[in-house]
């Protein structure tokens, strides 16, 4: 099992680029969610998905897009990038079927991007 | 709402020395509390889970929902504990609602 994938590792865009953060999970996790790391910040939730299909906002979804099509993948788009939006992006997932809602989430190695 | 709060930003102890982590909840109803560790320029990692009740890498965690806390503790810290420590709150399982982490220097 590679776990939870993210490409790129790292990003450096101009302001007004869009561009698309990958994320994909081999463990047949229903559950997907996106989070940015800012320093003194801590996590905030962008977007999350509970299954194919389905997505939903969290915390800070502005200037951010996403998309379940499968179950394996969740894809975060960036619009219109802007200097705020520069950090580090982490895709979670969790849930199978078997161990049930409310265990591990399980992080990807991250996407740090900076906005110019 | 739910709210984690960590209020230490960054803790440093001596190598040997008891550390403490504190981690304050607000949930209305049985949340799931998380422990999670992040190494330096590593993935975040689960460290611990409430349920659970177990000890990692010396550490333990007791949920008090009177004192609405789920601090984190080692007796003897060492130096390979250095890391990113989040405290995280669950009610539904599919995200996780973090405190703003503390950061955790073990010296020698």
């Known amino acids: 099992n590679a776990g939870v994938t993210q490409t790129p590792k790292f990003q450096v865009l101009k302001t007004g680029q869009s561009m698309t953060l990958q994320c994909a999970q081999d463990?047949?996790?229903?559950?997907m969610s996106w989070y940015r790391q800012d320093p003194g910040m801590g996590l905030r939730l962008i977007h999350y998905s509970v299954g194919a299909g389905i997505t939903d906002q969290g915390e800070v979804p502005n200037g951010y897009n996403v998309s379940r099509s499968t179950t394996e993948d969740f894809p975060l788009r960036l619009l219109s990038a802007a200097p705020s939006q520069t950090s580090v992006y982490f895709c979670a997932s969790s849930y199978d079927r078997q161990s049930g809602p409310y265990n591990e989430q399980f992080f990807g190695p991250g996407t740090r991007l900076t906005v110019l | 709402a739910q709210r984690v709060t960590q209020p230490e930003k960054l803790l440093s102890v001596f190598k040997g020395a008891p550390v403490e982590l504190k981690c304050n909840y607000s949930?209305?109803?049985?949340?799931?509390l998380f422990w999670y560790v992040q190494y330096s320029r590593q993935r975040l990692q689960l460290l611990l889970r409430h349920i659970s009740r177990e000890s990692i890498k010396g550490f333990t965690a007791d949920l008090n929902k009177g004192e609405t806390s789920f601090h984190l503790k080692k007796p003897f810290a060492q130096e390979e504990d250095s890391a990113m420590y989040y405290c995280a709150l669950s009610n539904s399982g599919y995200a996780l609602n973090f405190g703003k982490g503390t950061s955790l220097l073990v010296t020698p």
């Open positions: 949930y209305s109803g049985s949340p799931e």
């Open positions: 463990m047949n996790h229903e559950y």
